[in-house]
């Protein structure tokens, strides 16, 4: 059954036809990547799973309810988390108080610290719990993102290019994580990096100029033509 | 722990203090705590969510009225009339916070100076009732809360006292509670706040109210501790006052409201036995304190010595 289900989603800025027409599913458990060119709107079409950004037409389904018309904050009560593209943490805070924040919609007492603390390490910021967020390397503040993401334990996460300014090591971590996640919970991921689409992604949908361009595995996805003429900017 | 010792310590300083200091100071420090208190209001929406108002006189004010109102018109007796200024405090804050609150920023602080003027202006305009700019003095035999008789100076300060705790240690509990927590992420990241499932509105709407509260009761005690009511403490100055208060003392700090009070009190209280150009110090010494201490001086403290400071 889809957990996620939008249909006939479009978002013009002034104009600008950002998102036309996209109809999309995601089964429950699925680890779905997003993926296209620069400016193909990937984050606006998300932005309008989320709530974050109101669509101009269509409708969101979520676990078989009509949330369209929910704000952000009442689509994520019922179990959507969603990590920022463009680093949003709490700067002002330390790292903990962010994670803490996150966990503490579904938590109450000393539950809050221990999930804080799983969550830190599961991303391996064990060691960084007392320090100030804004204090933390970029590539620390992603996986402070992602932290918050998890902590929520969430039925669709969803990660605006959480790999973005990792490094290696930090990546290969990543794959693991959602190796680790996928079949409890569902999640949407852009990404730029093939590799980590082609090694944790169960399908791909490949989004350009708004539209949808194309929809399987990774497999199907390497070998599509039109893919590939997108991305080489040919098509 | 350290926290309780500290915020605990200071109370029981200011109640040790009665009874040594000389009468002037001993007047000074009883208008302090009830002028700091509603500091403390005004830094739950300033200092912790965020939110810079430019309205705040009229929550004092609506407390002062609904007090100081059902005294000299309907003779009710200060414990009542203390209830009917909060109440005042209650609704005047929640309309105020559900109509201002569809803006935000440089509209959020226009909007709500907006609404003070038009409570200033509707407080001159029922002087029939009000007794306008004149205003009008609450008498000794009115001012007896449970035979205990307001007017006299160490009763007034024990009010105080009891008002100022009660702020002070409401302020510091919130602050730690989930609640205030979320009030400190919204004025961090609202967005962000939001998009980790809290309803950002309903919170803002919860610290206006409180503020507004806390607001009012400093306003009804100020009226019933000092025995009058009058329309310059719905005016502009008083909505002014407790922000520059909190950012002397700290915004976002629990102590830094009493500090800035205490503070800002006694450099106009010296500089005016200087000089008549009293405020020109005063103006001064507070150009350097934002340049030397952006962050107030609760807030400096934190900074570089307390990092524990709530
Ligand atoms: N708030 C906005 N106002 C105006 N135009 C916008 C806005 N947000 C996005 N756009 C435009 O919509 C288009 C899609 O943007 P979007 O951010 O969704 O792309 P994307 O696929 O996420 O790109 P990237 O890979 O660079 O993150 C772009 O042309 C962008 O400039
Ligand atoms: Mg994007």
Redesign the interface.
């Known amino acids: 059954m889809s957990l996620l289900s939008a249909r006939g989603l479009s978002k013009s800025f002034a104009g600008l036809q950002a998102v036309r027409n996209v109809d999309f599913d995601l089964p429950q458990g699925e680890v779905r990547a997003l993926i296209g060119p620069n400016g193909a709107g990937k984050t606006t079409l998300v932005g309008m799973i989320?709530g974050?950004i109101a669509p101009t037409v269509g409708t969101v389904h979520f676990d078989g309810r009509d949330i369209t018309r929910l704000?952000?904050?009442r689509r994520?009560?019922l179990g959507m988390a969603?990590t920022?593209q463009i680093t949003?943490?709490?700067?002002?805070?330390d790292v903990a108080?962010n994670v803490?924040?996150?966990a503490?919609?579904r938590l109450?007492g000393d539950a809050v610290a221990s999930a804080v603390e799983a969550a830190l390490a599961r991303v391996g910021l064990a060691g960084h719990a007392g320090q100030e967020a804004g204090d933390l390397s970029y590539g620390h503040q992603r996986l402070l993102e992602i932290a918050?993401g998890l902590v929520?334990e969430p039925r669709l996460l969803i990660l605006d290019e959480p790999t973005q300014g990792l490094a290696e090591a930090e990546i290969t971590a990543f794959k693991a994580l959602i190796r680790d996640l996928a079949g409890n919970t569902t999640v949407l991921l852009i990404e730029h990096n093939m590799s980590v689409v082609m090694e944790t992604a169960h399908r791909v949908s490949v989004l350009n100029f708004g539209e949808m361009l194309a929809e399987g595995t990774p497999d199907e996805i390497r070998g599509n033509a039109d893919v590939q003429a997108a991305y080489l900017g040919t098509g | 722990m350290k926290i309780a010792v500290l915020h605990i310590g200071l109370l029981a300083l200011l109640f040790a203090l009665q009874f040594v200091l000389p009468a002037y100071h001993h007047g000074n420090l009883a208008r302090i705590m009830v002028l700091a208190s509603y500091a403390v209001g005004y830094n739950v929406l300033f200092g912790y969510t965020g939110l810079l108002s430019l309205g705040h006189a009229l929550f004092f004010a609506a407390g002062m009225y609904g007090m100081a109102l059902t005294i000299d018109h309907l003779g009710w007796s200060p414990a009542p009339a203390l209830i009917a200024g909060l109440v005042a405090g209650l609704i005047v804050s929640a309309a105020l916070g559900v109509l201002a609150l569809r803006t935000a920023g440089v509209a959020f602080m226009i909007v709500t100076l907006m609404f003070a003027q038009a409570g200033y202006l509707t407080i001159l305009y029922f002087a029939e009732w009000t007794h306008g700019d004149e205003g009008f003095v609450i008498q000794q035999a009115q001012r007896v809360l449970w035979g205990i008789d307001l007017s006299d100076p160490s009763n007034r300060y024990f009010a105080a006292l009891a008002l100022f705790s009660v702020s002070l240690l409401v302020c510091l509990w919130l602050v730690r509670r989930?609640f205030g927590?979320?009030l400190?992420?919204i004025r961090?990241?609202e967005?962000?706040?939001?998009?980790?499932?809290?309803?950002?509105f309903a919170h803002k709407l919860g610290a206006v109210v409180i503020s507004g509260m806390i607001s009012a009761a400093a306003g009804a005690s100020y009226g019933l501790l000092f025995g009058y009511a009058g329309a310059t403490f719905a005016s502009v100055q008083y909505s002014i006052f407790p922000l520059l208060w909190v950012l002397l003392g700290g915004a976002g700090t629990v102590l830094g409201p009493f500090i800035g009070t205490l503070f800002m009190f006694y450099l106009i209280d010296l500089s005016s036995g200087i000089t008549t150009a009293y405020m020109l110090i005063a103006g001064v010494v507070l150009v350097a304190l934002t340049l030397f201490a952006p962050q107030g001086l609760a807030g400096e403290v934190r900074r570089r010595i307390w990092s524990w400071l709530p």
Not at chain 1, 88 to 93: E, S, T, Y
């Open positions: 989320c974050r704000p952000a904050h994520i009560r969603y920022f949003a943490i709490f700067a002002g805070l108080e803490a924040l996150a503490r919609r109450t918050m929520q | 989930p927590r979320t400190v992420a961090e990241n967005e962000r706040t939001a998009m980790l499932g809290y309803d950002t």
